[in-house]
């Protein structure tokens, strides 16, 4: 008998998003599911009720607003090995794209994730296998990105240029990736000091030290909603997230010796988070230059057949 696959849907308030994310991750795989709402505090009453309307589904109450990090690992944390899936409540799957995860996850073995293309509702590809930062395109990617979304620093830190195609990247997108759960476990899975945002990249660069691959996988197709939480609470939303690009950055470059850097990162940050309050087009940052219909033949590439 087929194992179920645990799927970790991460919630705060989704709204009717759960649900159409529940009833296409059913079309998108045939094995049996596991699925754990790790609820972070909602309050629409909408994960009781698709935990009480089916039985592959329950909730784990984590009893107030812990973070995108620390809820998925505690969604994950009863199952030592293995395949999983964490996701976004407003990732939609395609027919048949956790099956294509999983068969791209046996092609790669030393697969510790694999993402799936992301398109946004619009249709435009979302940049979602990224480059590590560093901090040469991390600045010019910040600085210029929102106003120059075609710029080279943002073009080489996102891979935009690149035909989508299955390959090894620095980091996935944490809305949506399989994730092999011993090498997970084997660092600690997500830092909970990243309360949102960041947590994705510094779970990769953790577990590339160890040797594992992040691996991009354009034949899986979901669409995602996103900024349901910045929509929310746009100023806090931004805050946390150039909190966190401190932290990840700061992290890289410790010591006494990187001090005066990490001052000029202090104030650059928090320059640009002040900015992002009075200019939405700041706070969206660069948007995607991509759509399917600009890459002959990849949307026929992509579908499962």
């Known amino acids: 008998m087929t194992e179920p696959l645990r799927v970790a849907v991460v919630t705060f308030s989704p709204g009717p998003a759960l649900d159409e994310c529940l009833s296409s991750l059913r079309r998108a795989t045939a094995r049996p599911l596991d699925v754990v709402l790790a609820d972070n505090g909602s309050v629409d009453g909408v994960p009781e009720r698709a935990a009480a309307a089916a039985d592959d589904v329950r909730l784990l109450r984590m009893g107030g607003n812990v973070g995108y990090g620390a809820a998925a690992n505690a969604g994950l944390a009863d199952v030592p090995t293995g395949w999983a899936l964490v996701a976004n409540p407003d990732v939609r799957f395609e027919d048949g794209a956790v099956d294509e995860l999983l ?8 697969a510790a994730m694999v993402g799936p293309a992301i398109q946004t509702p619009d249709g435009a590809l979302y940049p979602s296998a990224r480059d590590l930062p560093s901090l040469s395109t991390g600045i010019g990617h910040a600085l210029v990105g929102w106003i120059w979304p075609g710029n080279p620093w943002t073009a080489r830190y996102r891979r935009e240029r690149d035909v989508p195609r299955e390959r090894a990247a620095g980091w996935l997108s944490g809305s949506c990736f399989l994730v092999d759960l011993e ?33 991009y996988a354009p034949s899986a197709v979901v669409v995602h909603e996103g900024g349901h939480a910045t929509r929310r609470e746009p100023r806090r939303m931004q805050r946390v997230h150039h909190t966190s690009a401190l932290r990840y950055l700061s992290a890289r470059y410790p010591g006494r010796r990187h001090a005066p850097l990490r001052l000029v990162l202090r104030a650059g940050l928090g320059a640009r988070m002040l900015l992002s309050y009075v200019s939405g087009r700041v706070g969206a940052g660069a948007q995607p230059q991509q759509t399917v219909a600009e890459l002959p033949g990849a949307r026929r590439r992509w579908r499962r057949r």
């Open 103 to 110: 068969a791209v996850a046996q092609r790669w073995p030393r």
């Open 183 to 215: 090498a997970f476990h084997s660092v600690g899975g997500f830092d909970p000091a990243y309360f949102m945002y960041f947590e994705d990249v510094d779970l990769a660069e953790r577990l590339g030290r160890r040797g594992w691959l992040h691996i």
